[in-house]
């Protein structure tokens, strides 16, 4: 059984990465390396006004001071900072205009399948999209559609030109640039990402989302995103990522922070495809990635869902700050690894305001050498009286040489508080794939339907339309990971 | 339909089948009895395929064809079904799809075309009816959570909506009260048809009597020890197994 199982692991790390194609187009890249200089040159070339430019100064010199991290449970070779380049851009005349646009680039995000054209929005169904390749947003559709409701959605770039005001007030006010090494790397030298605010009592229209393509080759991808959900608002949020299959690591070193005041509710989704890297761990994505969520107001929310399949590491903890009394934090995740990915992953729920609610609910899955890591955190503060945690860890393992690991740490400082705690791993039931074969169900078919049952829960808080790529990219993913 | 020659089974290199010989024609109902420890749920998983029981030697044939050799999915669609003892969970998969998911396997296996969601409704429901369950049964979780009679209850579901050529009854009345007991039996009888066949196994006379086997076959220590009609069964419940180990 375990032979025929690993002929069957061996056969499945021979698959091609879908979305691993090039992109060939003219393109301004830096030349590798970072000092002031590189950050100043970066600032001007996106025009940005003298304040920012001294924040990113700020949070550079900062970063020089600190260390790489090296608590996770993650094994890579040193990063060498400066044969990165800092910022690739195809050359476009104009973001205002579609048909300006090089067809080479909307063919890209047509064979990643995602449509820039406005008049392609299906009845009923309109998912906004804001573009991002390499170090600048391409396009951000259904722009106007939006505005007539006062939401803003565009470019971090443009958000910066625009709305000064709004990106000086928040950014950084939920990360700021000491945070973590790569929060500050981040801090210095982003390049883009999205920016959305939603005014008071608005409910978004329409979903939102960006999609992240990382196309150009020794470059870094450092993105930064902001949200901000006004009193009474409502939004959806979701972000794709893939990258094509190169030989050397790319790094990703992103910042989102999301504030939802009073009654307002933020949900971010996240399907993450980066390129894994081969069956020898050779080429893939670093991902070290610091998402945060403040629930500024009473009664907010913030509910993150990610479903994180790609890259050759993963470090990501996206965390909810629960000050509003009775706000909510939640964190549903779907981690896989295989081959020689490893994903250091979870949360971090920080309880300050009164009634505050947080729910953990994260699935790991292991198959290859893969190796999964739950890292969840769960503070409650002095004055958070009546805080509720649930947290639930589930690991599945896929063969015998994958790996599963889960590190809660908890931290209660008020006594009124009640915290859950469940955790599971198992392997995948050669009872389970026995029982369904004797119904005459194939292999492949009981696994994905054994592991879709296992993130049932996580895929319900995706939206539709991505709860059905959710499932999709779980079953390509895994195709053939059993014998 | 079903021809068993000499059939020795291990376990982690212990011998637990010690050479067993049986036959089962079509449209006959066979009943194997036996002690705990006999082998009786070991004979089940060795003629479904269940790797984990290695066959030393001897073979199993259906319908003339050496399945001996054959995996548990293509056994499956040949026709075979077995009512297992201990249903395994599996969570967040409904009871509908994976259901569904089965039926449509054979279907394919067959050339059919796949069953519509209204039909499969529409089919299931009734036997559910039958069963004296909900209709809420095809929302929940394959045997996660259920009772011990839900769990026979779902088994009898599946058998009646996959109408296979052979089932095996792995002690489907172990732990039921009488009235699913009856149920259960019920449906049972519902399939039993002449172009089928079907082995009951049980410690019990119990569900015999609701089902009325055609032959009663004795398991002791892995072998075959004795066959005869009804009244072998009812022999059992008055005497125990004692009289026939020596």
């Known amino acids: 059984m375990i032979d025929k199982n690993q002929k069957i692991i061996d056969k499945n790390l021979d698959q091609e990465y879908k979305y691993g194609f090039t992109t060939n187009i003219e393109q301004i890249k830096f030349e590798p390396g970072l000092d002031e200089n590189v950050i100043r040159k970066l600032s001007n070339i996106k025009n940005e006004p003298k304040w920012l430019l001294n924040w990113r100064l700020k949070a550079y010199k900062n970063w020089k001071k600190m260390k790489e991290p090296t608590w996770a449970n993650i094994h890579y070779g040193p990063i060498d900072y400066q044969a990165l380049s800092y910022y690739a851009a195809p050359k476009i005349k104009s973001r205002k205009n579609l048909d300006e646009v090089d067809p080479e680039i909307l063919d890209t995000y047509n064979k990643l399948g995602i449509s820039l054209n406005e008049q392609k929005r299906l009845e009923g169904v309109g998912v906004a999209v804001d573009a991002i390749f390499d170090s600048v947003s391409i396009t951000t559709t259904f722009k106007d559609e939006l505005a007539k409701q006062g939401v803003l959605f565009c470019s971090f770039s443009e958000a910066v030109i625009e709305y000064p005001d709004l990106v000086k007030k928040y950014l950084g006010s939920v990360i700021p640039y000491t945070d973590n090494y790569f929060a500050a790397l981040n801090s210095a030298v982003f390049s883009d990402g999205s920016f959305v605010y939603i005014p008071k009592n608005v409910k978004c229209p329409m979903e939102l989302s960006t999609y992240f393509r990382m196309n150009a080759s020794n470059t870094g991808q450092f993105e930064r995103t902001l949200i901000i959900a006004d009193e009474g608002s409502e939004v959806s949020y979701l972000e794709g990522c893939t990258a094509p299959m190169r030989d050397e690591n790319q790094l990703h070193a992103a910042c989102v922070e999301l504030i939802a005041h009073e009654d307002a509710t933020i949900k971010y989704s996240t399907i993450q495809n980066w390129y894994a890297g081969d069956k020898n761990g050779k080429g893939g994505i670093y991902n070290f990635v610091t998402k945060r969520g403040i629930c500024a107001g009473d009664r907010s929310k913030i509910s993150w869902t990610q479903v994180e399949t790609g890259s050759a590491i993963t470090w990501k903890y996206p965390s909810v700050i629960l000050k509003g009394n009775d706000s909510i934090g939640e964190f549903y995740?779907?981690?896989?690894?295989?081959?020689?990915?490893?994903?250091?992953?979870?949360?971090?729920?920080?309880?300050?305001?009164?009634?505050?609610?947080?729910?953990?609910?994260?699935?790991?899955?292991?198959a290859g050498e893969g190796q999964n890591t739950y890292r969840g955190g769960v503070k409650i503060l002095k004055n958070a009286e009546n805080a509720r945690n649930f947290s639930q860890c589930d690991s599945i393992l896929i063969g015998d040489k994958c790996g599963a690991h889960t590190f809660p740490y908890i931290d209660v400082k008020n006594q009124t508080a009640k915290m859950e705690h469940e955790a599971s791993t198992s392997s995948i039931g050669e009872d389970q794939l026995f029982y369904c074969n004797q119904r005459g169900i194939k292999l492949d078919n009981a696994v994905s339907m054994i592991v879709n049952g296992f993130c049932k829960e996580v895929f319900e808080e995706l939206p539709m339309e991505f709860a059905v790529e959710a499932k999709q990219l779980i079953e390509v993913t895994l195709e053939n990971s059993v014998g | 339909m079903i021809k068993i020659k000499n059939l020795q089974v291990s376990i982690d290199e212990k011998d637990i089948l010690k050479g067993i010989d049986l036959e089962i024609p079509k449209g006959e109902v066979h009943a194997i009895m036996g002690r705990n420890g006999s082998g009786k749920s070991t004979l089940a998983n060795a003629i479904a395929g269940n790797e984990k029981y290695e066959v030393k030697n001897g073979s199993i044939h259906m319908n003339n064809i050496d399945i001996t050799e054959m995996s548990v999915e293509n056994r499956a669609l040949s026709g075979i079904f077995v009512c297992f003892q201990y249903p395994v969970a599996i969570p967040g998969v409904s009871m509908a799809y994976f259901l569904r998911a089965s039926i449509n396997a054979h279907f394919e296996h067959q050339g059919k075309e796949e069953m519509d969601a209204v039909e499969f409704l529409n089919k299931s429901k009734k036997i559910l009816n039958e069963l004296n369950l909900d209709d809420s049964f095809l929302k929940r979780s394959i045997n996660d959570g259920f009772s011990g009679g839900e769990k026979k209850k779902s088994e009898i579901l599946q058998l009646l909506c996959l109408n296979p050529k052979f089932a095996i009854l792995d002690e489907t009345d172990s732990g039921?009260?009488?009235?699913?007991?009856?149920?259960?039996?019920?449906?049972?009888?519902?399939?039993?048809?002449?172009d089928n066949s079907t082995l009951i196994i049980t410690h019990y006379e119990r569900l015999l009597q609701y089902i009325n086997p055609d032959v009663v076959h004795v398991m002791v220590d892995g072998k075959i020890k004795k066959s005869g009609d009804m009244s072998l069964a009812k022999e059992i419940e008055k005497k125990g197994y004692s009289w026939l180990l020596k």
Not at chain 1, 345 to 366: L, V, Y
Request: hydrophobic share 35%.
């Open chain 2, 176 to 194: 039921l009260d009488i009235d699913a007991l009856k149920t259960v039996a019920n449906g049972v009888n519902k399939f039993n048809s002449k």
């Open chain 1, 333 to 366: 995740s779907v981690a896989v690894t295989k081959n020689k990915q490893q994903a250091d992953t979870g949360t971090k729920m920080i309880h300050i305001g009164k009634n505050t609610k947080s729910t953990i609910i994260s699935k790991g899955i292991s």
